[in-house]
């Protein structure tokens, strides 16, 4: 069972950057896709990005692409996502997950590993 926790989240001003860290314990993250959520006030959680085990792919939702890059250290055992140019609309409680296993792509219900979240604030 892998345990995941995230830190990096914040408030900035809109255009600003913020780079959130997943730290993975108990097993290591190269048995996993590896992926960031975030569910804003009043709204579903929704998928950001995805990465697969090896970090050659990658997935990301249309409001981020270009300004959002997820990336992985299978070595240290961490998962990032770099966030730039940050809107109002980015605003919510981001979530590192974890998928079993290594097939690409995997359906959001394969998503079974959860950190507890971290605060992303946006003001305009």
């Known amino acids: 069972q892998v345990q995941l926790v995230e830190s990096g989240g914040g408030l900035v001003q809109a255009g600003g950057s913020l780079r959130l860290s997943c730290t993975a314990s108990g097993r290591t993250i190269s048995d996993y896709t590896m992926g960031w959520f975030r569910q804003a006030p009043g709204k579903e959680r929704g998928v950001v990005a995805a990465i697969s085990w090896g970090g050659t792919r990658t997935y990301y939702a249309d409001s981020v692409k270009g300004r959002f890059t997820i990336s992985r250290n299978n070595a240290e055992n961490q998962v990032y996502l770099q966030m730039n140019n940050l809107k109002p609309d980015d605003t919510a409680v981001y979530y590192c997950?974890?998928?079993?296993?290594?097939?690409?792509?995997?359906?959001?219900?394969?998503?079974?590993?959860w950190g507890q979240g971290t605060q992303v604030t946006v003001s305009s």
């Open positions: 997950t974890a998928a079993s296993g290594i097939f690409w792509p995997r359906p959001l219900s394969d998503y079974n590993h």
